[in-house]
């Protein structure tokens, strides 16, 4: 049980952790599900209080500018399953590579050796998304398939012709 001291000590370090979280809030780059407001929500969980206490709390003190309700209770949810942890994990099924120059080169090498290579086996080889692949292709290396080769989409029909033999 928590004496008259230590009680009075947990609502002066939650009226300072909201008033930094307010302080911290500029203009349009209010994110709510940044670490701040984790932590602070984080808090309070700790201390006992309920998603719907959460809230009120941080409407009273934050105003138009609180979390929903729906991202506290989210949150405490969270916390009750034991994950403590209010940094953002990186998303499943999302990619991880990113398209550098080094990579486009890597797959313009590829089609230059054979063009006739699949997308499929480009991404195979280079462990990268079907979609990644294709963006790259496409976009940066602005090449289309023609009966089953890889040419570029700026020629016209004579170089085509040329370019197929």
Known sequence: MVGKRGLFTCRIASIYLLQRLKESMSGDTRDFLNIKTQAVIKFFFLQGKAPKKIHTILK????EHAPSYATVKKLVAQFKRGDFSICDAPCPGW?????????IDH???????DCQISDKSIYEQMGI?????????????????????????????????QWHQ
Do not use: M
């Not at 009273?60 to 105003?63: D, I, P, R, V, Y």
């Not at 797959?107 to 050796?113: A, S, V």
């Open 60 to 63: 009273e003190t934050l105003g």
């Open 95 to 103: 990619p991880n590579t990113v398209t550098t120059q080094e990579i």
């Open 107 to 113: 797959i313009h090498e590829l089609i230059f050796e």
């Open 129 to 161: 998304s079907r979609e990644g692949v294709g963006s790259i292709i496409h976009e940066h290396l602005d090449l289309r398939k023609l009966y089953a080769k890889w040419i570029p989409k700026c020629l016209n029909a004579d170089e085509k012709c």
